[in-house]
């Protein structure tokens, strides 16, 4: 499966952004769907996963209750929304699949999108 990842930008802090990672290849149903991030200087990070019915999702500490990760497999998109950004969020956005595997370890996903820059000036 071929990911792209999508909506990233400049915002201010407060401010929100919505993520897209639109799937090619094979359809989103086949996996579970998570949103990575990666900072300058640091790993890379989970920030959320959404298993393959759309069911279930899992935050990072970090972002719970400001984050909400999506899915329409029917449009074959993840999203991602992120609400009352702070300048820590500013990273690299990655979206990724897998089929099985610890959902919060980057060593699990089989499949990921090229990323897309999110910065949330103060």
């Known amino acids: 499966v071929q990911l792209q990842a999508s909506g990233g930008g400049l915002v201010q802090s407060g401010c929100s952004l919505s993520l897209s990672c639109t799937a090619s290849g094979r359809t989103l149903i086949s996996y579970n769907m998570g949103w990575f991030r990666q900072a300058p200087g640091k790993e890379r990070e989970f920030v959320a996963v959404s298993t393959r019915s759309g069911n279930s999702a899992y935050y990072a500490d970090s972002v719970k209750g400001r984050f909400t990760i999506s899915r329409d497999n029917d449009k074959n998109t993840l999203y991602l929304r992120l609400n009352n950004l702070k300048p820590e969020d500013t990273a690299v956005y990655y979206c990724?699949?897998?089929?099985?595997?610890?959902?919060?370890?980057?060593?699990?996903?089989?499949?990921w999108g090229q990323g897309t820059q999110v910065t949330v000036s103060s």
């Open positions: 990724a699949a897998y089929v099985a595997g610890d959902w919060y370890s980057t060593g699990s996903y089989d499949y």
